[in-house]
């Protein structure tokens, strides 16, 4: 707000039918504390649609990522029509730490014109919201004090497929931005196939960061021109 202006911003509350009331409720009084215009549009039916569409071509396999990922999907979507409608910049939300392992979905809420918080790693993004909060209490706290979530499916959370994210970080960074070496990173303490499985995601994921929209660099090795690798290649 500080830079924009609370009448140049915009903000878009999509409930899937796994939104919890309270992610709502939060988002509303964010919109409130920061003088923004909110608007709530409900992706339920739209997905309700989806899945009847596709079901029958779907072979009787069992629910997965697929059907969260429509979910993103529907929101980018919407957000985008918003944006050609009114003309606006639409700011994907995806962190440096989901980025970094994949944890974020194409066309989904990787849509967008900027990616603002692209270099700015999870643990820091709750560092930023207590820092913001030091006067008054403008971000609801209950976003902080919460179990991180995509709200995807029924009770997830992101450390059903992450580690904590003190951990996470922890392993990132070394891993590019001090451009460690796994075994260097194992050497250091962390857990050997852990060290392995995120760098694997990091490599396997450069695809998704290649189509992301451009960031803010923040730190000493961001992705996009900060750190270029070929798709095609054997890594540690």
């Not at 692209?118 to 993004?125: A, F, G, Q, R």
């Not at 922890?170 to 852990?194: D, M, Q, S, V």
């Amino acid at each position: 707000m500080s830079a924009l202006g609370s009448r140049n911003v915009h903000g878009v509350a999509m409930p899937s039918p796994y939104s919890s009331p309270a992610s709502l409720r939060d988002a509303r009084a964010l919109a409130a504390n920061l003088g923004i215009k909110l608007s709530v549009v409900p992706i339920a039916p739209l997905y309700r649609v989806y899945l009847a569409t596709l079901t029958p071509h779907f072979c009787r396999r069992r629910p997965d990522e697929t059907e969260e990922n429509i979910q993103a999907r529907i929101r980018g979507n919407i957000l985008m029509a918003l944006s050609n409608k009114f003309g606006c910049l639409v700011l994907s939300t995806g962190n440096k730490s989901e980025l970094a392992v994949g944890y974020c979905t194409l066309y989904g809420d990787m849509s967008g014109g900027l990616a603002a918080l692209s270099d700015v790693p999870k643990t820091l993004v709750y560092a930023l919201a207590h820092y913001i909060n030091r006067s008054q209490e403008i971000i609801p706290a209950h976003c902080i004090t919460r179990a991180p979530s995509a709200e995807l499916k029924p009770r997830q959370t992101d450390q059903d497929s992450l580690p904590p994210y003190e951990v996470l970080d922890a392993i990132l960074a070394r891993y590019i931005e001090k451009r460690e070496k796994p075994e260097t990173i194992i050497a250091a303490g962390f857990n050997r196939r852990l060290v392995r499985e995120i760098v694997r995601r990091v490599e396997h994921n450069e695809y998704k960061r290649e189509q992301a929209p451009p960031g803010l660099k923040i730190t000493s090795k961001a992705f996009g021109l900060g750190r270029r690798m070929p798709l095609a290649q054997r890594y540690y």
